[in-house]
């Protein structure tokens, strides 16, 4: 099992920008698929973003593509994602998951590790 601990969330006004860590332990994530999800208020949670165990595949919701970058340090054994230009729409609880089953994966339910979440907000 690994364990995942996200950070970096915050209150911003819009057209701001916040970087979130998701730090692991247990086990190195050099293997997992690693993504971001993010669940607003009243809403079910949603795909943001997802990165490959190398690197190399990343997929981005149309929501976020173009204004959020996600990217991955396996030596430290953590993924972030830099939230540019942020909307008050992109206002949620964010969450870091590893998935051991795919080179990379939009769907929830494939992720096997979560983290705890993190809030952001965003005010206009």
């Known amino acids: 099992q690994v364990q995942l601990v996200e950070s970096g969330g915050g209150l911003v006004q819009a057209g701001g920008s916040l970087r979130l860590s998701c730090a692991a332990s247990g086990r190195t994530i050099r293997s997992y698929a690693m993504g971001w999800f993010r669940q607003a208020p009243g809403k079910e949670r949603e795909f943001v973003a997802a990165i490959s165990w190398s690197g190399g595949s990343i997929h981005y919701a149309n929501s976020v593509k173009g204004r959020f970058t996600i990217s991955r340090d396996n030596a430290k054994n953590t993924v972030y994602l830099q939230m540019n230009s942020l909307k008050p729409e992109d206002t949620a609880v964010y969450f870091c998951?590893?998935?051991?089953?795919?080179?990379?994966?939009?769907?929830?339910?494939?992720?096997?590790?979560w983290g705890q979440g993190t809030q952001v907000t965003v005010s206009s």
């Open positions: 998951g590893a998935n051991s089953r795919f080179e990379i994966a939009v769907m929830e339910g494939t992720y096997d590790n």
